[in-house]
């Protein structure tokens, strides 16, 4: 409320012409007084003027407050309540709030023997909605695997693979949705350890899965070890790997088709200060070829590799690290020219790459969610591929990431994020973050639903005279104590609808459009806040044109306005002043839908800039000048594409009014009438009411779906058929709309899958092994939305030994 009066007191009236408007009874001009709305958390709602003595009937829509993980809210009228106004008045919206239901929200996981996946489900209401997010926390380590589903069915659960013998944690947390509370869970499972072998030779490594451990140093000569197809598990036992290999690595993954090569390393030695170390002094430590593979490094150490410490040269290659070091290496990762290569880094540390930490090429993708790259010549080149980043920190380089590319560059994501990348510094000293090549206009995301926490720090480096004004993109506010700008030549600028961009110009007109709104008399209301970076101590001159651009015909124009009210919630981001607001209430001679065009004047060159615009419905008595009858065109009708929301098929406009359908939700062909007002004639010199056609077009059907990998006991399928639901071998990440039909393309005979249920029959007999199938998908659409187009993909079904 305090917030509310401080804005009234600063309001000043702004009239832009000395039109007499007939209120009341037409016996004069009544005294008009300023009504503000306020919502419950002090943003203004709506202006209006409701005549002296006269109690204020609110014209905006109905204020609303979304719901919190506890609580839905229903908006239950002002404070204080509504009477007559005697002179400028302000009103807060108040809400009643209702307690949501308890999900009776429940967590399980089983115990499991290493190598089995670990499946953990959630119990809810048949009708629950939102996502179940679960953390899974090794207690030995305290790594952490983070994962997500969608809630359906009173259930939902998420398989965490390549789990090590040991105790593990699991907090779970339920979202909530408009009926039922956020929740919190947990529990506890238990990964059995297996035999495990000894391995004595010492110029040699095995040659069949199974679990091993090294019992002394191992020297390859100038040999490699090919990982035998299968899952392999290697415990480094503080023991070294050597080669001198110049054509090729210490270590490869190489796989067929229909086979999967895995491999597991760690060190668990705790006795002195040795680690477990892989060197080649020639080539690669480890590269992962042709075929599905996957290299999971939960300790240890890759050091002092001539090339890389690990390649990933192929689609369907993944490298996961979950601890260790990989250090001394020309470049540290290198995720070669594949699409789906891809590394994620979970924990563990890139260090004194010689060269590059991570290197990435086109199509490739690595995701930093946790752990250190540091001490290298660049920490991370992105400049063809996506880098993804949620925690972790980048520093120490002599330059910490590099990115050029339009189409990918660089996205945080997550929940409550601690991003840095600071303390990267060249040879000369300076700061040396994060480079951005403005010339390919790259991005910097920042993923919808990610919080960034106050402990991040991302310092944007930037080099030329180039304005850079589409650098960085985000769906939320950029705060200044996060985003910096290395160069004190540039300055890190925010708008509020949450983009920010960077500039090397000191003269800069930062500002938003709040509200443009109808006053329901003749006159509308525009409320924002400018200042000039270069002159933060002086107010703005700001000018308002209503139903087209300045200069442009038919633009009603008027006078400045000077944006010199109070802000302090803009002063609170920007630290530039809180007098930089502007409010004023324009009468207009203009009716119906138009546009209006909000304008800044730079207090240095006095150019102007445009600073937003709105579209708003003008209501009210025609204004009491003596017209001829004038000329207006007919209205169009417009083509629509359905978007869920109610548009306008045929826009209000001057001198006619509208009747029959004018707006509509649905999909579908519709038709208004617009019959002229009094003094006007279309501009065919005809008077007789127009009917206008116009439709709303079936909009686009989005169907998203990715592949899975679904295990099958060849004890059970030697028995009888089994039978997996869709959700085992298909996530669909978009379900689009319409019923969905499956349709086989290629496979193993003895795999099917339903055409409308999409459930996935694996017949009786089917030996071990791995099995691609191929399917077609599609959603029908329904009366808003057209048929998808067929999505194909391809699953996989691994009948195993357990």
């Known amino acids: 409320m305090l917030m509310a009066v401080m804005m009234i007191v600063a309001l000043t009236p702004f009239m832009a012409h000395a039109y007499e408007y007939p209120w009341g009874d037409g016996s004069g001009a009544e005294i008009m007084e300023f009504i503000y709305f306020f919502d419950a958390d002090g943003s203004l709602l709506h202006i209006q003027r409701t005549a002296h003595g006269q109690i204020p009937v609110y014209n905006g829509e109905t204020p609303t407050k979304p719901s919190d993980a506890n609580y839905t809210y229903t908006f239950a009228g002002w404070d204080p309540e509504l009477k007559p106004a005697e002179g400028p008045m302000s009103y807060t919206a108040t809400y009643t709030r209702t307690e949501k239901k308890d999900p009776g929200f429940s967590v399980s996981a089983n115990s499991i023997t290493y190598g089995e996946d670990a499946t953990i ?42 789990l090590l013998a040991g105790e593990y944690t699991v907090t779970a947390v339920y979202s909530g949705d408009e009926q039922y ?143 260790g070091e990989i250090s001394g290496c020309w470049t540290g990762v290198s995720l070669s020219n594949s699409a789906g290569a891809g590394f994620n880094m979970y924990n563990g540390k890139i ?23 540091s001490g290298s010549q660049l920490g991370v080149d992105a400049s063809e591929g996506t880098f993804r980043m949620e925690n972790g920190l980048i520093t120490n380089n002599k330059q910490g990431v590099k990115t050029a590319s339009a189409t990918t560059g660089i996205i945080l994501q997550g929940n409550n994020i601690i991003p840095k990348i600071e303390g990267n510094k060249g040879d000369d000293n300076k700061n040396n973050n994060l480079y951005i090549d403005r010339t390919n206009g790259l991005k910097l995301r920042v993923k919808e639903g990610t919080t960034i926490s106050g402990e991040a720090r991302i310092g944007i480096t930037t080099e030329g005279t180039d304005d850079f ?92 306005i000077k944006a010199n009210s109070q802000r302090s919630d803009v002063d609170n981001v920007h630290h530039c002043g809180d007098h930089h607001g502007f409010t004023a209430v324009i009468p207009t001679d203009k009716r119906g839908e138009q546009t209006v065009y909000i304008y800044a004047k730079y207090i240095g060159s006095g150019k102007t800039e445009l600073i937003g615009s709105k579209t708003v419905t003008i209501t009210g008595p025609t204004p009491a000048l003596t017209q001829d009858p004038t000329k207006v065109a007919v ?60 439709k709303i077009n079936k909009a686009a059907n989005t169907l998203r779906i990715k592949a899975r990998t679904a295990n099958v006991k060849y ?79 391809t699953f996989k079904i691994k009948v195993t030994a357990k």
């Open 469 to 560: 004004t589409d650098g960085l993109y985000g769906t939320i506010p950029w705060q200044s104590d996060i985003f910096f700008s290395d160069n004190p030549d540039y300055y890190v600028c925010y708008i509020s609808d949450g983009e920010a961009y960077l500039d090397s110009s000191l003269e800069k007109l930062v500002g938003c459009v709040d509200v443009v709104d109808d006053c329901h008399d003749g006159s509308i209301v525009v409320h924002g806040w400018v200042f000039d970076m270069a002159y933060q101590q002086y107010p703005v001159g700001v000018y308002v044109y209503i139903g087209g651009e300045a200069g442009s015909s038919g633009a009603e124009a008027h006078d400045e």
């Open 121 to 162: 489900s959630a119990t809810l209401p048949n009708d629950a909605t939102g996502s179940f997010q679960v953390t899974v926390v090794e207690d030995s380590t305290g790594n952490e695997r983070k994962e997500a589903a969608e809630v359906k069915n009173g259930g939902a659960e998420v398989v965490v693979h390549n």
């Open 715 to 793: 004890s059970a399928v030697k028995k009888k058929n089994q039978v997996l639901g869709v959700t085992k071998v298909l996530t669909i990440t978009n379900k689009g709309q319409g019923a969905k039909t499956y349709i086989k393309k290629s496979g193993n005979a003895k795999i099917t899958i339903a055409k409308t249920t999409g459930k996935v029959t694996v017949k009786k007999g089917l030996k071990k092994g791995t099995y691609k199938v191929k399917v077609k998908v599609k959603a029908a659409g329904n009366a808003n939305y057209k048929a998808s187009a067929w999505k194909t993909v």
């Open 351 to 373: 260090s004194s790459s010689t060269s590059t930490g991570v290197k990435m090429y086109e199509n490739t993708e690595f995701t930093l969610y946790n752990g250190e790259i």
């Open 181 to 323: 509370k956020q929740k919190t869970g947990g529990t506890t499972f238990t990964v059995s350890p297996v035999l495990v072998t000894e391995w004595t030779d010492e110029h040699s490594l095995p040659n069949s899965p199974g679990n091993y451990k090294l019992t002394k140093n191992v020297n390859l000569g100038s040999s490699c070890w090919q990982v035998p197809v299968g899952k392999t598990s290697l415990n480094l036992n503080g023991k070294s790997i050597i080669t001198s290999n110049d054509d090729g690595a210490a270590i490869v993954l190489r796989a067929e088709e229909n086979q999967n090569c895995t491999l597991n390393v760690f060190d668990d030695n705790t006795t002195g200060e040795s680690v477990g170390t892989i060197t080649n002094t020639r080539e690669d430590g480890v590269r992962l070829e042709t075929g599905p593979t996957t290299f999971n490094m939960y300790g240890g150490r890759i050091a002092d590799c001539d090339d890389y410490g690990v390649q990933i040269k192929k689609p369907e290659a993944v490298f996961n690290m979950y601890g």
């Open 635 to 694: 209205p169009g009708g417009r083509t629509l594409i359905y978007n869920s929301k109610a548009q306008t098929g045929v826009a209000s406009g001057k001198g006619y009014t509208l009747s029959g359908t004018k707006s509509a939700t649905k999909a579908g062909s519709y038709q208004a009438k617009a019959t002229l007002k009094e003094g006007y004639v279309w501009k065919d010199g005809t008077t007789a009411a127009k009917t206008i056609k116009w």
